[in-house]
């Protein structure tokens, strides 16, 4: 889940290991989700997205499970590489008043072990 | 792909000073956005814009202000710099799709104020 304070959560997993990152979103009214990924010194980067009326998603190497009922969101990396090292987090979408309101957790760190 | 340009990368400016984050995107995308990013905190939304010449605060305006002369153009400004605004910005664009579209970053501009 998410956390609030100075240090980011942070997931070590041994290279060739599956990782799962969990996030923890805050509005039942929010209907779109995305995870991304962000790489030290640069910006984040779209890895994969789930509406809300879907509960699974796969893409190359990930899976985004979603559950509505306790407003949980995780990502699943498959055989996790070192180059997955980064920092990881979600993004909540809904609509508000006219606008996309979008919130984002602080992160996870998935530090891969060689 | 989506291309979103921060023009510096990396600026030093001091206490005062008058300071602009030029972004620019090709995809032709309605929204644009201006978020800091701070150890903790998370991405947080400092104004965004639906429309050239239109602007509407984020969570965190004050101190800020922005400027959409063109569609492809988000520029932020700083208009009297202070230390507490050292931080990385990230400029970002969507499709304004009211139930949420996916938002691409750029890479990012650390600013160090002293």
């Known amino acids: 889940g998410e956390s609030v304070g100075l240090h980011l959560p942070t997931l070590s997993v041994q290279e060739g290991d599956n990782s799962i990152i969990n996030c923890a979103y805050s509005?039942?009214?929010?209907?779109?989700f995305i995870w991304y990924k962000q790489e030290s010194g640069k910006g984040p980067q779209f890895i994969i997205d789930?509406?809300?009326?879907?509960d699974k998603r796969q893409g190359q190497r990930v899976t985004v499970l979603l559950n509505k009922t306790v407003k949980h969101l995780s990502l699943q990396i498959a055989a996790t590489q070192p180059g997955d090292s980064a920092v990881y987090f979600c993004?909540?979408?809904?609509?508000?008043?006219?606008?996309?309101?979008?919130?984002f957790g602080i992160g996870t760190k998935l530090q891969v072990i060689p | 792909d989506v291309k979103v340009t921060q023009s510096s990368r990396y600026l030093v400016k001091r206490t005062g000073e008058k300071v602009f984050l030029e972004c620019v995107q090709d995809?032709?995308?309605?929204?644009m956005f201006w978020y800091r990013q701070d150890p903790g905190l998370g991405l947080r939304l400092i104004y965004f814009?639906?429309?050239?010449?239109?602007?509407e605060k984020g969570d965190i305006p004050e101190g800020y202000s922005v400027s959409r002369e063109k569609k492809e153009r988000f520029s932020l400004i700083l208009e009297s710099a202070s230390t507490n605004q050292t931080s990385m910005y990230l400029c970002?664009?969507?499709?304004?799709?009211?139930?949420?579209?996916?938002?691409?970053f750029g890479e990012g501009s650390w600013l160090t104020v002293v």
């Open positions: 970002a664009s969507s499709l304004p799709v009211i139930s949420g579209n996916t938002i691409y």
């Open positions: 509005n039942s009214a929010s209907d779109y």
């Open positions: 789930i509406r809300s009326n879907m």
């Open positions: 993004a909540e979408n809904r609509g508000s008043g006219g606008y996309q309101k979008v919130t």
């Open positions: 995809m032709d995308h309605e929204n």
């Open positions: 814009s639906y429309d050239v010449k239109m602007k």
